[in-house]
């Protein structure tokens, strides 16, 4: 009988991150970090039906942040 593997099957470049999980790492608020989306100042994907679901991918907060994240994007 083979062995199943327990281990999650995700690839390490697939990490995503909420609205709140990004709020919380850059301690502003979740509109903010929406509102960054919207204007395309911070990359995204939608997700879901209606694509009301927001997914941050690990790279682009990285890149978000090593740039300063952007001024130009506060409300």
Do not use: Y
Not at 30 to 35: A, C, E, G, N, P
Not at 45 to 65: C, D, M, S, T, Y
């Amino acid at each position: 009988m083979a062995e199943v593997d327990s281990a999650p099957v995700c690839a390490p470049n697939l990490d995503l991150f909420t609205v709140a999980e990004c709020a919380a790492i850059l301690k502003v608020s979740r509109k903010l970090i929406t509102h960054w989306v919207n204007v395309g100042a911070l990359p995204a994907v939608r997700l879901g039906p209606g694509q009301r679901l927001i997914r941050v991918p690990k790279r682009a907060l990285e890149a978000f942040i090593e740039q300063g994240g952007t001024a130009a994007a506060q409300p």
